[in-house]
């Protein structure tokens, strides 16, 4: 095989050197990320650094609530429980220990307050003119008279052994007396007579009013 011209020789060397001169400028205006390595040199990889977005402040009325809550159930735990007022109950009636009995001012208020009913046994005309706030009319005088008691009973309903408290004017008055009698023999056995009448109600005080209605 004879030896390549020296025509040829020259004319790869030039081809060569032209290849070479067009991988370099190739390899200066490709970016970092592409440019070829050349041997000998040691290229350096520099690591991206990923930036997380921003997160966006959370509002506090968004942020959860369960820490809330166990503040406010701990607070309600040790907050100081205000104490219900006591319930005032109305003083028993006392116990029927015979069926007809006399009773004084105290007692007579008392009953009063309880909401025991009360029967003026005076004249109508005088119930008028002023009686114990409530009372009914049952003058024992009267020809009226049942109809007045069926009216109170229709009204309050009182059972045979419910106190029912009986005056007239006091001192020397038994109207009040027979109006218990009657009242004893129709079943009735806890009668309260109230021994000094309307003059001691209004002396005293206590609540009164007028016309022919309780």
Same mark, same amino acid.
């Given at each position: 095989?004879?030896?390549?011209?020296? *025509?040829?020789?020259?004319?790869?060397?030039?081809?060569?050197?032209?290849?070479?001169?067009?991988?370099?400028?190739?390899?200066?205006?490709? &970016? $970092? *990320?592409?440019?070829?390595?050349?041997r000998g040199s040691v290229v350096v990889a520099v690591p991206t650094m990923i930036v997380p977005p921003a997160r966006e402040p959370v509002a506090p009325e968004l942020a959860p609530l369960a820490g809330?809550?166990?503040?406010?159930?701990?607070?309600?735990?040790?907050?100081?429980? *205000?104490?219900?007022? +006591?319930?005032?109950? +109305? @003083?028993?009636?006392?116990?029927?220990?015979? $069926? =007809?009995?006399?009773?004084?001012? #105290?007692?007579?208020?008392?009953?009063f307050q309880a909401g025991w009913p009360f029967l003026d046994a005076r004249r109508s005309a005088e119930f008028a003119e002023g009686h114990v706030r409530g009372a009914f009319c049952t003058s024992v005088?009267?020809?009226?008279?049942?109809?007045?008691? =069926?009216?109170?009973? #229709?009204?309050?309903?009182?059972?045979? &052994?419910? $106190?029912?408290? =009986?005056? %007239?004017? &006091?001192?020397? %008055?038994?109207?009040?007396?027979?109006?218990?009698?009657?009242?004893? +023999?129709?079943?009735?056995?806890?009668?309260? =007579?109230?021994?000094? &009448?309307?003059?001691?109600?209004?002396?005293?005080?206590?609540?009164?009013?007028?016309?022919?209605? @309780?």
């Amino acid at each position: 095989m004879s030896a390549p011209r020296p *025509t040829t020789l020259l004319r790869l060397l030039a081809l060569a050197a032209l290849a070479g001169l067009a991988a370099l400028v190739s390899n200066r205006v490709a &970016g $970092p *990320t592409r440019r070829l390595a050349w041997r000998g040199s040691v290229v350096v990889a520099v690591p991206t650094m990923i930036v997380p977005p921003a997160r966006e402040p959370v509002a506090p009325e968004l942020a959860p609530l369960a820490g809330r809550e166990n503040t406010e159930v701990r607070l309600k735990a040790v907050a100081p429980q *205000t104490p219900a007022p +006591a319930k005032q109950v +109305a @003083p028993a009636p006392p116990e029927a220990t015979v $069926p =007809i009995r006399e009773l004084g001012s #105290a007692e007579a208020l008392a009953g009063f307050q309880a909401g025991w009913p009360f029967l003026d046994a005076r004249r109508s005309a005088e119930f008028a003119e002023g009686h114990v706030r409530g009372a009914f009319c049952t003058s024992v005088w009267e020809a009226d008279l049942e109809d007045r008691l =069926i009216d109170f009973k #229709a009204a309050r309903h009182p059972g045979p &052994g419910d $106190p029912i408290v =009986i005056y %007239c004017s &006091g001192g020397d %008055c038994h109207d009040s007396h027979l109006l218990a009698e009657k009242l004893l +023999a129709q079943g009735y056995f806890h009668l309260l =007579i109230y021994r000094d &009448g309307y003059p001691d109600w209004v002396a005293l005080g206590r609540p009164t009013a007028k016309g022919a209605q @309780p």
